[in-house]
């Protein structure tokens, strides 16, 4: 079965400085990939994917990630944070099909002034 | 585009009652999906439409959950008789035509649902 791990369940760091936000998963021939942001009593909002082509992926406010299909992993970078990043970060999975995400436990990214 | 919405924000019931929750797409999307998210945890998928065809529902966490997409156009989430492990926020997704499993999927706000 697909599976995405998220390493941390809280990542604090201090404001404008840079982040990394982990993810792994399972391994399956075809992966879509993707990390959606949840702020408080809001549904999610997607950040950035990968589908294929360039393994370096940019997305909405400063966000990044990189895939790398030997380590299995999409780990979320940010050179400087903003309080405003505050929120939970989801790193999901799809196969393809109709199967819909399958999402990891979440990172809450701690901003402290 | 107004987004998706859902409705109600909040339920709270008593336990063995019955809940309907209501989905409403982006307009020109043609798929949907049911998603539950319990505290701590990430989303987990529950069932899919493509238009008014269910063509996943094996996610569905027990058969006391059934949902409908009867025109293709809004959805509906029954939970019938109601226990306190069923409090969670329920997600509901909306996305594009497109290939399986590449389209992005917007979310709607949730409904909690909190079961005494």
């Known amino acids: 079965a697909q599976s995405v791990t998220q390493l941390d369940s809280q990542v604090p760091v201090f404001e404008e400085a840079p982040v990394e936000l982990r993810c792994n998963y399972s391994s399956s021939v075809s992966v879509y990939l993707f990390w959606y942001v949840q702020y408080p009593n809001q549904g999610l909002q997607l950040l950035l994917k990968y589908l294929s082509g360039s393994t370096l992926v940019k997305g909405i406010n400063g966000f990044e990630a990189e895939f790398n299909k030997s380590q299995t992993s999409f780990h979320l970078r940010k050179p400087s944070v903003h309080i405003s990043d505050t929120a939970e970060y989801f790193c999901a999975y799809s196969g393809g099909g109709a199967d819909g995400l399958t999402f990891g436990k979440g990172t809450h990214l701690i901003i402290q002034p | 585009d107004t987004g998706v919405s859902q409705d109600p924000r909040h339920k709270i019931t008593k336990r063995g009652q019955n809940v309907t929750f209501r989905c409403d797409p982006i307009?020109?999307?043609?798929?949907l999906y049911w998603y539950r998210q319990t505290l701590g945890q990430g989303p987990e998928f529950l069932t899919y439409f493509q238009n008014e065809a269910q063509l996943e529902k094996s996610r569905l966490l027990s058969d006391r959950f059934s949902a409908e997409r009867p025109k293709g156009s809004f959805s509906t989430l029954e939970i019938q008789r109601t226990e306190q492990g069923d409090s969670a926020m329920y997600l509901c997704?909306?996305?594009?035509?497109?290939?399986?499993?590449?389209?992005?999927?917007?979310f709607g706000p949730g409904t909690r649902l909190l079961v005494l």
């Open positions: 997704a909306s996305s594009h035509p497109g290939l399986a499993g590449e389209e992005t999927q917007y």
């Open positions: 307009s020109e999307h043609n798929r």
